[in-house]
């Protein structure tokens, strides 16, 4: 692994409202808690990653901006710690995935937590499309 792509940057962060409209109104969902991944594979869309990833932690659950922040952070790091399949595999199909990372609990988990939820996540991902 390079260190560039050890990386997340900019144009794999979906942010285009009319793609996450999109991903929730068609994609699928799964639960891996404290994580619920939505998905959507779409044709190769100009201007995005293969791979493009939302993450969001809802204030109704997390009331402090700075620990919603922190989870966000979290969550980021995992994900950019494991999507080096993900991202290949899409890359060869020529395809975009759009996906949406949600928090789940009420409460703050450990980062171990999380990157185990990640890692059964990403590989629930694989196993539904068959990558």
């Given at each position: 692994m390079d260190d560039k792509s050890a990386t997340f940057p900019k144009n794999e962060h979906l942010a285009w409202k009319r793609y996450i409209d999109r991903?929730?109104?068609?994609?699928?969902?799964?639960?891996?808690?404290?994580?619920?991944?939505?998905?959507?594979?779409?044709?190769?869309?100009p201007a995005i990653s293969a791979v493009s990833v939302l993450v969001s932690v809802p204030k109704r659950k997390i009331k402090h901006a700075v620990d919603r922040n922190f989870i966000k952070r979290r969550i980021r790091e995992s994900y950019r710690l494991r999507k080096h399949d993900l991202l290949?595999?899409?890359?060869e199909k020529?395809?975009?995935l759009l996906m949406a990372i949600l928090y789940l609990d009420k409460a703050q988990s450990s980062f171990d937590v999380i990157d185990r939820a990640m890692e059964k996540a990403l590989l629930s991902l694989h196993t539904a499309m068959d990558l």
């Open positions: 991903l929730f109104v068609e994609g699928a969902s799964f639960v891996s808690f404290p994580l619920r991944i939505v998905y959507l594979p779409v044709k190769k869309l290949r595999s899409f890359t020529d395809e975009t």
